[in-house]
């Protein structure tokens, strides 16, 4: 019995798209879910752009989100011999020939067959031209048999392919002596025994010239299943000038690759009408037969839902570490966790989609002395809650217990020895006396978790405020005679 085999193939010219990392997800979910093998292999075939930097950022996101592999990774670059090793083969059988045709010749002939209604493909000049090694610079071109099709039943596409007369012999090695991405994609997928190739559609139309490359070598031809592309919210394919494609930009924004693993599982597949799964459940559930053929569209509104589930649903250790580097960046400095900083981070679940923005929001107790919004200190910060501020601070520091239950009663003993002060009119000064903005959890929680030393201390400072600008803007006074 054949072992099922699949691999992940991408080429590390950058960042991991969000659309490579959904295809090396559904290759990795449906060989965990069969029993079979899953390759890794880094196609860094194209020296100018392939980098080590950029193959580190593949794995780490591999990792990150929780997708191992079971071989690898290869390095198609590694394997350059064995390329040129089949080239001459093929060479040697009469599947391939040499072309000495040059680039500028080619492309006077392609532009003059599209004139005359043709598709531009070669026209067979050296095909049977018995031209030797001694020839010159020439390309290498795979014989094609123009009288059989180049057909498969794609797994989610369905009968697809076409006749070989409607393609030409395409290039197998370049007049460098490199080869082309098909033909060293075949000899790896052949070598290595892979039986299941799910990659993404817009390779689709490279299946036909690549079933020929499979027949010249006598292999055995692997199923293929085509996932769709990934789309924006406008169905146009992603672009990353105007869309965030980017997995390592999306890690530091703050998502949990819970969260992401789970919104790329969604990406073109259902099972039903659930919407949220755990890895197990992806393993567990996924299947080609429902995998969609129309464009997968980037809903980050529900990448931000799922976000915040994840969030909410992390016990709080966990969630503290996966939010600790933000934290750290806004603080400046190292974080460490303790029961109020617990509180907050529980407070700010039902108010986070992003662990960058809840850091954001937890910068009141990150730093020592927050900066106060201009705006909201013009609308609350104002003479008229002066003398609540004040005996706040006053109630605030004499308690015996800090809590939110006694903090709520210095409160309404402020109010009261105020003039009977609308708790309402003195919670957002004190709010933002405390925080510096107008938007933070429950009043009583935030300043139990600002602690009582600093909120006294924001409270007096925010008194201070109010006195010093009433005073400059009642003026210098003027003495009579």
């Known amino acids: ?44 075939t194209d020296l100018e752009r392939s980098t080590r930097e950029s193959e580190a950022a593949v794995l780490e996101g591999l990792e990150w989100l929780g997708i191992g592999w079971d071989e690898g990774p290869y390095r198609q670059s590694e394997r350059a011999e064995r390329h040129r090793e089949v080239v001459e083969q093929l ?15 080619l492309e006077t002939r392609r532009a003059a067959d599209i004139a005359a209604g043709g598709k531009g493909n070669y026209d067979g000049r050296c095909r049977d031209a018995a031209l030797g090694p001694d020839c010159g610079p020439h390309t290498v071109r795979l014989r094609i048999d123009h009288e059989r099709a180049l057909r498969w039943d794609d797994l989610v596409f369905g009968p697809s392919g076409q006749e070989g007369s409607e393609i030409g012999d395409g290039i197998l090695r370049r007049s460098d002596g490199t080869p082309l991405y098909h033909l060293a994609v075949v000899v790896d997928d052949v070598d290595m025994g892979i039986t299941h190739i799910v990659r993404g559609a817009d390779h689709h139309s490279n299946t036909p010239f690549q079933l020929a490359i499979y027949r010249a070598l006598g292999a055995q031809i692997p199923t293929f299943a085509h996932v769709p592309l990934i789309v924006s919210a406008s169905g146009r394919k992603l672009s990353k000038r105007r869309d965030p494609v980017s997995l390592q930009q999306f890690r530091a924004d703050g998502y949990l690759p819970e969260a ?156 009261k020895a105020a003039g009977d002060l609308k708790l309402g009119k003195l919670a ?37 405020f109010i006195r010093e600008r009433a005073a400059n803007e009642a003026g210098p006074k003027t003495g009579g005679a």
């Open 260 to 415: 992401m693993l789970n919104w790329l599982a969604r990406l073109g597949w259902s099972h039903g009408d659930q919407e949220i799964f755990s890895a197990a459940e992806i393993v567990e559930h996924f299947d080609l037969a429902h995998v969609g053929r129309s464009g997968a569209q980037a809903d980050l509104a529900k990448l931000a839902w799922l976000n915040q589930h994840y969030i909410k649903a992390r016990p709080p250790e966990a969630l503290f570490s996966a939010a600790k580097p933000f934290l750290e960046s806004v603080a400046g400095r190292a974080v460490v966790r303790d029961a109020a900083l617990d509180r907050l981070l529980d407070l700010l679940r039902e108010r986070s989609t992003q662990l960058v923005e809840m850091a954001e929001k937890a910068r009141f107790v990150l730093v020592e002395e927050p900066e106060i919004e201009p705006d909201a200190a013009n609308k609350h910060l104002r003479p008229a809650v002066l003398d609540a501020l004040e005996k706040l601070a006053e109630a605030l520091a004499g308690l015996d217990e800090w809590s939110t239950a006694t903090i709520e009663s210095a409160f309404e003993q402020a109010c």
């Open 1 to 44: 019995m054949t072992t099922f085999r699949t691999r992940f193939a991408p080429s590390p010219t950058g960042f991991l798209h969000i659309g490579g990392a959904r295809t090396a997800l559904f290759n990795w979910a449906l060989t965990r879910k069969l029993g079979g093998t899953f390759l890794l292999r880094i196609e860094d």
């Open 91 to 105: 060479l040697a059988r009469g599947a391939a020939y040499r072309c000495i045709c040059s680039r500028e010749e």
């Open 428 to 464: 957002q000064p004190v709010r933002v006396a405390v925080t510096g903005t107008t938007a933070s959890p429950g009043i009583y929680e935030t300043v139990e978790v600002v602690g009582r030393e600093r909120a006294v201390a924001r409270l007096r400072e925010a008194a201070q």
